[in-house]
C-alpha cells in the first residue's frame, strides 16, 4: 500500500488542522493506520491509530480529547482531526500502516509499523 499524507500548515495555537492519508494499492479498512509525528530534535513518537474492519482508536496521551482519527472507507482515506492546537504539537506527521492491531501490554513503536507516508508539517505558533 502507498500512502500519500496531506493537510500540514501554519495555524495559531488553539486553531484546528485536519490531516488526510489517503491510500492506494490497499485498503484503509484492511490494515491498523496509524499517524506519528517527529519534532525536531526528537524521535517520532506515536499519536494515534485506528483499527482496520473496527472501531478501536488509541491516542496518545497528551492528545486525547483534542485529536480524533477516522476512517473513510469509501475515499480510502484516513484523517486525523487537530484541535486545540499547542506549540508542541509541532512536528512533521507522518502516517503509517501495519497489518495489525497493537498486543495488548505492548507499545506503539514504529518498527511494527510496515508502510509509511510521506510527511506533513504542522506548525502552531503561540
Known amino acids: 500500500v502507498q500512502l500519500q499524507a496531506s493537510g500540514g500548515g501554519l495555524v495559531q495555537a488553539g486553531g484546528s488542522l485536519r490531516l488526510s492519508c489517503a491510500a492506494s494499492?490497499?485498503?484503509?479498512?484492511?490494515?491498523?493506520m496509524g499517524w506519528f509525528r517527529q519534532a525536531p530534535g526528537k524521535e517520532r513518537e506515536f499519536v494515534a491509530a485506528?483499527?482496520?474492519?473496527?472501531?478501536?482508536?488509541a491516542y496518545r496521551d497528551s492528545v486525547t480529547g483534542r485529536f480524533t482519527i477516522s476512517r473513510d472507507n469509501a475515499k480510502n482515506t484516513v484523517h486525523l482531526q487537530m484541535n486545540s492546537l499547542k506549540p508542541e504539537d509541532t512536528a512533521v506527521y507522518y502516517c503509517?500502516?501495519?497489518?495489525?492491531?497493537?498486543?495488548?501490554?505492548?507499545?506503539?513503536?514504529?518498527?511494527?509499523?510496515?508502510?509509511w507516508g510521506q510527511g506533513t508539517q504542522v506548525t502552531v505558533s503561540s
Open positions: 485506528i483499527r482496520g474492519k473496527g472501531i478501536n482508536t
Open positions: 503509517a500502516a501495519r497489518w495489525s492491531w497493537k498486543v495488548s501490554g505492548s507499545s506503539w513503536s514504529s518498527d511494527d509499523f510496515a508502510y
Open positions: 494499492g490497499g485498503h484503509v479498512n484492511t490494515y491498523t
